[in-house]
């Protein structure tokens, strides 16, 4: 009998997600023949419409959009390699505020124990060695990022497993550069009011306080293919506009704080299976 292959649990929100944090590493491990699992938590219906429409507007059909976007996960999937998609379909909440956060079937409103029940059962399935998710405020607030967090820590504690656990995070020094580089694409754009650079700096985390730092540059091109597969979001997709050059220069490096570990191995560290092979 085969022995169970190292696998990667990635619990994300909403189609696309899986592509701007992690398509570096699902495409990197699954090259390495390990089994990588996507766990989807919404099906993305408060995106964007064909032809950009949005959320609320004339024209926008949630039902038709999710349909859509579930197409363009599945082309990221196979861009990606993934070995295993999971849907767990809830409705997407919106951003924060917006009245679809307290929708019936929302992932928002959904009882955290329901989700995390749900997503346990898959862990029991697959029994991932590492599992990534969000950090406790989605990154940068968004709701069903949030809900992502709370379900996936609530699911550990069910199952009593001892993967390592990671949360996606971004450096300051990264954050700094993606800034320039958007000023760089959009010279005339107003500069945004003090609020919003205040809340803007305070995305992601100082560089020293990172655990992990995965080079995936060699999947530069996977990763990009993955984004440009969600086509119908291509608006809100800024990095797309780079070119797979200078995306894979910017975001070739993909990054982790490390929350949970029973195997000692030491930080910082470069591979998200360290200690485990």
């Not at 405020?137 to 990671?166: C, S, W």
């Amino acid at each position: 009998m085969n022995a169970r292959p190292l696998t990667l649990m990635a619990v994300h929100a909403h189609p696309d997600d899986e592509a701007t944090s992690t398509g570096g590493v699902l495409a990197r491990y699954a090259a390495e023949g390990v089994r990588t699992v996507l766990v989807t938590c919404t099906d993305g219906g408060c995106g964007d419409g064909p032809g950009g429409v949005k959320p609320g507007d004339p024209g926008h059909d949630p039902a038709a959009v999710a349909a859509m976007r579930r197409a363009e996960l599945d082309a990221s999937c196979a861009t990606l390699k993934v070995t295993h998609l999971e849907t767990l379909d809830y409705a997407d909440s919106g951003m924060m505020g917006w009245a679809t956060n307290d929708a019936p079937g929302s992932f928002w409103r959904t009882p955290v124990e329901e989700g995390a029940a749900r997503l346990a059962d898959l862990m029991r399935r697959y029994e991932p060695d590492v599992v990534v998710t969000y950090d406790e405020n989605g990154f940068y607030g968004h709701p069903d990022h949030i809900q992502a967090n709370r379900i996936t820590m609530a699911a550990l504690e069910m199952i009593g497993g001892a993967p390592k656990v990671y949360w996606t995070t971004a450096p300051r020094s990264m954050m700094q550069r993606f800034g320039e580089v958007m000023r760089e694409f959009h010279p005339d754009a107003p500069e945004p009011d003090p609020a919003e650079a205040a809340a803007m700096a305070e995305i992601g985390l100082p560089d020293e306080e990172i655990t992990t730092w995965v080079d995936t540059s060699a999947h530069g091109a996977q990763k990009f293919d993955a984004l440009a597969a969600h086509a119908s979001q291509g608006e809100n997709i800024f990095f797309l506009k780079m070119g797979q050059e200078r995306f894979t220069d910017l975001m070739g490096v993909e990054t982790f704080v490390r929350v949970q570990d029973r195997t000692g191995a030491a930080l910082p560290e470069d591979d998200l299976f360290a200690g485990l092979r």
